[in-house]
């Protein structure tokens, strides 16, 4: 039997297990990137370990999330980053160089290798054929320091592309059909391939714009082929030699296929308030539209930003709409300056924005009250603009361009023929903001910067023989990282100071869960499918963990969410009947007993519940690995015990 693109990488990557779908697999990994939200822990971890360093082909830290240094918080943070990664061996791209997922793909990513990022977006970079998978920063860390990454087996999803996209329809239809068709949930587990005629039709930013939305789905990754139009990017990126081709197997087996019809596809839009409530854009018209906000790792590619400077080319943005401009890197910045192109946009009205996350991440530009917010953006759950009753939809950079010029939801397909959107030959290339790492002599002697903001990694414990603890919270479904540990300029200076990020831990939902916390001193977390959907920070486990919360109790868990668990001692449950999740509330007394032995045993545990009298069973889906990791108080004290071997 033939292997698919992604089972091709791993074949070539595999440090251990078998490659059989859902059990445990461990990579080598070739590259990692950080960006500075999640950056600053993964690096204290880094210390922690004990690794001078790092031992990957390539390491980058991104300076892209908070750029707002509204306090002394973000420079501090952001200059450890900087005296670090120089002494330990990694390449620090300076606050203005971009978008860790946009510039990461131009200037370092390579077909047929891996890289794991601490970004759930990381997958962005297999539009050019890597494997690239999002993980939390502890993962990242012991990446960095050789260890391999571990991940269930995925299975596969092929996603047949035919025809060619039309006028003002683009790769981000594209994606918007797929979460259709297969929801926040339909991924998970798998890899999404992609594949058919309509791939050669796609240039590499439109595939990266496709598999960064694959995030969305929940899947492990997204991959396209490496291909001709793989090389004439790298050409033009000036990067010719790393070009490898990457095609599956004429017999390669998918657990499932859908097809999208590039050539029937219309605009399509995420409706409030989740990536996959997709709907044609042409049903929507006519909504009263507040702020535009164009940007994000998902579309701020030169060709995006082209294609919008043409269409506002000589017009006016409507009155009553702020239009926000984020480019994704320096280089595309810089091109659109160099041909005229920005000018067309300032000219318009646009507001331009320097090349980071900016609203993406609740970094400014939070919407009036009730505001409508149409944005080229990936995530769209509740409250993450910073504005709690905002209306945010996702859509394509043309829809945004379309509505920023009328004022009201439009079909861009509406405005008549599309121009054809010239892409240069080459890419102006200036890798000026990168700071490359000392040599390993000169890196002895070099100080690390660490200011007030910068705390050390929390307390963990080894998992004890009996937990007997209350139930300090019980949330629904789709609880997303987000509702966890939110962003946003209040939240995110403290990322390198547990004690403090934990005082907004869950408070979106519960505004007392963390003083609730504090007072009981530990307790037990009850919640619905796909708890800790969304992003990857590590924070979203590390506040629970600061606030004494020992296990939490789940339908079913998101991936990247379940290995942060692990990796700070936390034990994730599932229920074995999910009726038994209508039988537990907050405050209810639990106790689940020889808790080692089960897991050990199988994963099956019995919880008692004194409060109602009752038991019920749940199950931990863990590997050996993992239950380890959990014995040992988490993946750091692990760590630490193996390399001390
Ligand atoms: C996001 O889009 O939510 C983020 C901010 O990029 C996160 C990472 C983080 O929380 O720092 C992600 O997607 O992993
Ligand atoms: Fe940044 Fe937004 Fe992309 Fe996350 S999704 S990496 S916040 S641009």
Redesign the pocket.
Known sequence: MGYTLAQKIIKAHLLSGEMIPGSEVGLKIDQTLT?D??GSMAYLEFEAIGIPRVKTEKSVAYID?NTLQSGFENADDHAYMQSITKKIGVDFSRPGNGICHQVHLERYGVPGKTLIG????TPTCGGIGMLAI?AGGLDVAVAMGGGAYYIPMPGTIKVELTGRLQGYVSAKDVILEVLRQLSVKGGVGYVVEYAGEGVSTLSVPERATITNMG?ELGATTSIFPADEVTRDFLRAQGRESDFTPLQPDSDAQYDKVITVDLSALRPLAACPHSPDNVKPVSELCGIKVDQVCIGSCTNSSLRDLLRVAGMLKGQTVAEGVSLTISPGSKQVFAMMADCGALGDLIAAGARVLECT?GP??GMGQSPRSAGVSLRTF??NFKGRSGTADAQVYLVSPETAAASALTGYITDPTTLGQAAEVVMPERFTISDNLIVHPAGADEAQALEIRRGPNIKPYPQTAPLAEDIRCEVTLKVEDNIT??HI?P?GAKVLPY?SNVPKISEFCFVAVDPDFPARCKEKGQGIIVGGHNYGQ????E?AALAPLYLGVKAVIAKSFAR?HKANLVNAGILPLEFVSEADYDGVELGHALSICGVPAGLKAGGDLTVTDSTTGRSFAVRAELSGRQIDILLAGGLLPYTKKISER
């Open positions: 960006q939200a999640t999330h601490s970004d759930s977006h999002g995030a996350c993406c991440i990936n995530r990282t987000d540990m962003a990322r969304g992003s990857s920070r924070h990247i």
